[in-house]
């Protein structure tokens, strides 16, 4: 796409979309390091979530007030508009993304080596798959891609289906051991902060795809993990 | 045909409403030069359809093609046709002056008669016989000043002239001048261009009333203003329609790229 | 310099001179216009201020009164009293005045050329507007009355000082009156003192002795002149030329009128008699200052004391009327097919390059062309208003057209629009929109052009309307002159009293201007919109 006649405009669309990159990549270390505190316990890694997540809200505050500003002196219209929606919209979705890996992270502050090694290996594989979600949505983000942003909406259901399977070894962990309840209860709230990032990410993927082709997805359409039976 | 010329058929949105004016491959020359390039379009009832496009784009040229004041201009041929009502105006048969009794237009400049605000209005009435008597003539001259929102400001000073009015105020003069011989369809001419912000947003609401009764057809500069008040826009580009759908569609997720970046301000 | 200014890089010595050249050149400029038009002022007072100082003496008149006995014998010598018979009487009336002023100068009763001298105070023509009021009051013969009739030119000039300079000097009474010393002359005694002041103001060539070419010496006391002819001390010796000395104290009991007029006799239309005729009459209270009136209600006339400027005035108004009825409507209904309805061809090129230049055609063309035209060919009556008419409408049509289509182009096509978008007709939206925000424009053109037309001699001298009219037109065919006509044939006429009387005629065309320029101006006012 050609420049604006008003290069300011260019100028300022562009320095939204980096900060929103920024942002994703912060949210994405966000999880990275939440994941790996749980099976590492690593109070400065812990620390180093919580310092983080005020860098992402502070940068969604500045996003915001980019946008409005934009609105009120450009007035964009048809893909410019679109463009300045998608950040508000992503830029909430990543804050949000940061604020569940936080919750991680102080959950696993709380486990304090109080669960077994090998079922919170089920946490970390998981925080890889939403990790990659989150990349690969910010990619198609960065490079407006539809197609790839609809391969990581249709993925969103091997997200769920770890979730699920994750659920019930947690569940069979805790039954087995009712001294492990507590630390299970933990493990299973990260596990579903884990799969509501998913939904962020797939929240992401429909926005990149109604930013590049201007139509939206409903997520009744999206393929879809059978629901938990409990 | 072109690529251009594929698009703008398929990009035709289907009208929402009756048919009002169905023009097929129009084509308008300057002598050799031609301005428009086979434009076919509807134009529903009852709505307000925006010509939006760069200056020079034929927009306003093919506007007055629909009430034939191109007829005024030397040199200038229309070809096609344009069918108001199951009639092509461009058919001998067709008195120019009937068909701009039936299509009346406002222009770009206020462009008040140096007469009173009464005579104004009166004047196109008079000349089409449309009153019998001076309470009659009364009669519609209120009317249209009231349907124009005129009527409250001005109702005190009919006799003075109109072009001591506002801006604002004698654009609506001469759109209430425009209704006052009962019109079909208006044509309007960059109404707002010579307008402020206030006044503008005045004419727009009345144009927003005027859609009840009337098949409105805008040209605009003013892209925000298109999207305000148009149920259809139609974009032009050297002589040719790029693209015409709905409104809504035409400004958040428009089709052709030419478009998109006419409208996001990247033009040229 | 202020910070602002240096950043801008307008600071520094350069700068400065730059600024300085700059205003210079503003000032001077300033300068040029005003002094172009302080110039323009000054030419225009300079021209307005010569012809009102030259006409002034035109506008007032000597006149002389005559008591006339109204004799029925030689008012009306036919016996009837027909108004018509009176009116054209002017021999009678003539012969009323002729012995009226015999009987008051006996002296000039005596051969042909002496009563040649006496009868010119009046001219002949200038007991018209006695027979006129005689005719239109034929109750008055019989009677005495007193009329007031014009001085001849040359001696109303005189009195006006126009034909000479004189010195006037107020002295005491004669002392001693000698009569006939040898010859028909007188010889006054004078105080000294009187008798050096005449010397010193006699330049004549030879010390106390008049000789032929000098200037004269005129002594009045009462009705009585004499003319000086040698000085010796207190005694001057002088040639009655009116006057009864033998009347009592008619020298003696009043105090002597001295004139030197600096202009000898041999170089004036008036003669020293002449001159002390009319003195007489004035100290007979019997010639009076009076406004002119024949300058405004005559005809013209080959006598510069009775010709005025009406039938002229008529002639032109008559003239300006076919004119002005002609090339107007004529001017603007092709103005407006040209600018309106005309397409665009290599014709109407060719039309509007021929009007532009038809407008640039000197006049005395369009003179030739209805000599031509009009006179020969279609036989049209010569001298006539009607003809004049019409060459000038020829030559004023393509000013208006001109003028009518600048102001149709003026109208902003908006209006036009306007109009045909509530359905007018074209012709509807140029009569009912363009022609009427035209109308102050075309009307100003028009009168411009009128006003051209109504100061334009060259063509009317070959279309005859030249021609010597005594009468004022009673309609455009008959014979008539127009006032630029009149101005040029008076300004050619011999007589001394033309130069005043050109002069007025200027004025009164000049005033006929200004009032078509003020019609032009209200019309503009009262027709002009704003849109």
């Known amino acids: 796409m050609s420049d604006h006649i008003v290069r300011a405009f260019t100028e300022e669309l562009e320095a939204l979309s980096a900060d929103l990159l920024r942002m994703g990549g912060l949210a994405e270390t966000m999880i990275n390091d939440a994941c790996l505190s749980v099976t590492a316990p690593n109070a400065t890694l812990g620390a180093s979530v919580m310092a983080t997540d005020i860098e992402v809200d502070a940068l969604e505050a500045a996003i915001e007030k980019r946008i409005t500003r934009l609105l009120a002196l450009r007035q964009p219209l048809a893909r410019d508009l679109r463009e300045v929606l998608a950040a508000l919209k992503i830029s909430h979705d990543l804050e949000r993304i940061g604020d569940l890996s936080k919750n991680i992270a102080k959950r696993a502050g709380a486990l304090d080596g109080g669960a077994d090694g090998a079922v919170l290996k089920g946490v970390e594989r998981m925080g890889r798959a939403v990790s990659a979600q989150l990349q690969a949505v910010l990619d198609a983000y960065a490079s407006r891609n539809s197609d790839e942003a609809l391969r990581v909406w249709e993925a969103d259901e091997d997200v769920d289906q770890h979730y699920n399977s994750y659920f019930r070894e947690v569940l069979t962990y805790m039954m087995e051991d009712p001294r492990t309840i507590g630390s299970g209860a933990h493990i299973l709230f990260m596990a579903k902060n884990l799969e509501r990032i998913g939904d962020h990410c797939t929240n992401i993927a429909e926005v990149v795809h109604y930013l590049v082709t201007g139509e939206q997805l409903s997520s009744a359409e999206r393929p879809k993990a059978p629901e938990l039976e409990v | 045909m072109s690529e251009t010329d594929e698009q703008a058929s398929t990009s035709g949105a289907p009208p929402k409403g009756p048919v009002k004016v169905d023009c097929r491959s129009v084509d308008v020359f300057y002598n050799d030069k031609q301005a428009i390039f086979d434009i076919s379009m509807v134009i529903p009832d009852q709505s307000v359809t925006a010509f939006i496009g760069p200056s020079g784009c034929g927009k306003s040229t093919y506007l007055r093609c629909i009430n034939r004041m191109n007829d005024t201009i030397e040199g200038a041929r229309v070809e096609g046709e344009i069918v108001i009502d199951g009639v092509d105006v461009n058919d001998p048969a067709v008195d120019p002056v009937l068909l701009r009794s039936r299509v009346g237009m406002v222009f770009q400049k206020p462009n008040p008669f140096p007469k009173s605000i009464y005579d104004n209005i009166a004047y196109g009435p008079r000349i089409h016989g449309l009153a019998r008597d001076r309470a009659e003539l009364d009669g519609i001259v209120e009317d249209s000043l009231t349907r124009a929102g005129l009527w409250e400001e001005v109702k005190d000073r009919l006799a003075s002239p109109g072009t001591g009015l506002s801006g604002g105020q004698q654009q609506r003069l001469c759109i209430a001048r425009a209704i006052a011989v009962n019109p079909e369809v208006i044509l309007m001419d960059e109404p707002c261009s010579a307008l402020d912000p206030i006044a503008t947003a005045r004419i727009e609401e009345l144009i927003d009333d005027l859609r009840q009764r009337f098949c409105i057809v805008i040209v605009t500069h003013s892209m925000q203003q298109a999207a305000r008040v148009s149920q259809q826009t139609a974009f032009f580009h050297l002589g040719k329609l790029i693209e015409y759908g709905d409104t809504e569609t035409m400004f958040t997720n428009p089709a052709n790229p030419k478009t998109q970046d006419y409208i996001t301000g990247r033009f040229g | ?531």
Do not use: C
């Not at chain 3, 107020?170 to 010397?199: K, N, Y």
């Open chain 3, 1 to 531: 310099m202020t910070e602002f200014a240096r950043s801008a890089g307008l600071a520094g010595p350069d700068a400065e001179a730059r600024l300085r050249r700059r205003y210079a050149a503003e000032r001077r400029f300033r300068f040029y216009g005003q002094a172009a038009i302080g110039a323009a002022i000054l030419f225009l007072v300079f021209l307005i201020g010569s012809i009102v100082t030259q006409a002034l003496p035109a506008f007032t008149q000597h006149k002389v009164a005559f008591d006339l006995q109204l004799d029925r014998a030689v008012v009306a010598p036919s016996g009837r009293a027909a108004p018509e018979d009176i009116r054209e009487n002017v021999a009678g009336f003539y012969r009323l005045v002729r012995e009226d002023l015999v009987e008051r100068f006996p002296e000039g009763a005596g051969d042909a050329s002496d009563r040649v001298e006496l009868y010119s105070l009046a001219t002949r023509l200038a007991v018209l507007p006695v027979a006129h009021d005689v005719a239109r009051d034929p109750s008055m013969i019989g009677q005495t009355r007193r009329f007031w009739i014009a001085l001849s030119d040359d001696l109303d000039l005189y009195l006006k000082g126009l034909v000479t300079r004189e010195n006037v000097m107020t002295l005491g009474p004669v002392i001693t009156v000698e009569v006939g010393r040898g010859d028909d002359s007188v010889v006054l005694t004078v105080a000294e003192a009187a008798a050096e002041r005449i010397r010193a103001n006699a330049p004549w060539s030879e010390p106390d002795r008049f000789l032929d070419g000098d200037p004269t010496v005129l002594i009045q006391a009462g009705d009585v002149v004499l003319k000086a002819l040698e000085l010796d001390g207190p005694e001057v010796k002088a040639e009655v030329l009116t006057g009864d000395l033998a009347a009592p104290n008619a020298l003696a009991s009043s105090p002597l009128t001295v004139r030197t007029i600096q202009t000898p006799e041999t170089d004036r239309n008036v003669t020293d008699r002449q001159i002390a005729w009319t003195l007489a009459l004035k100290s007979d209270g019997r010639i009076e200052r009076r406004l002119n009136t024949a300058l405004t209600s005559n005809a013209d006339s080959t006598y510069p004391e009775i010709a005025g400027v009406f039938a002229a005035l008529v002639g032109s108004l008559f003239t300006m009327l076919i004119t002005a009825s002609l090339a107007v409507p004529i001017g603007i209904m092709a103005a407006v097919y040209l600018e309106e309805f005309a397409p665009k061809t290599r014709m109407t090129d060719v039309i509007e390059v021929s009007i532009n230049n038809l407008a640039a055609v000197p006049s005395i063309v369009y003179g030739l062309l209805g000599a031509a035209v009009f006179l020969n060919f279609f036989g049209l009556p010569r001298s006539a208003p009607f003809v004049g008419g019409l060459v000038l409408a020829l030559m004023t049509l393509p000013t208006v057209i001109i003028a009518a289509r600048a102001a149709l182009k003026a109208v902003p096509p908006s209006i036009r629009d306007a109009a045909l978008g509530v359905g007018a007709s074209k012709t509807q939206a140029v009569f009912h929109h363009a022609l009427p925000l035209a109308a102050p424009g075309i009307m100003t053109g028009a009168i411009i052009g009128l006003a051209r037309a109504l100061g334009e001699t060259a063509p009317l001298l070959l279309i005859g309307m030249v021609a010597f009219v005594a009468e004022a037109p009673s309609g455009p065919t008959d014979e008539a002159t127009v006032l630029p006509v009149l101005i040029y044939k008076w300004s050619t006429g011999a007589e001394r009293a033309w130069e005043p009387a050109t002069a007025a005629a200027i004025i009164i065309l000049l005033i006929f201007m200004v009032f078509m320029n003020a019609v032009a101006v209200l019309l503009r006012r009262r027709f002009e919109r704003r849109w």
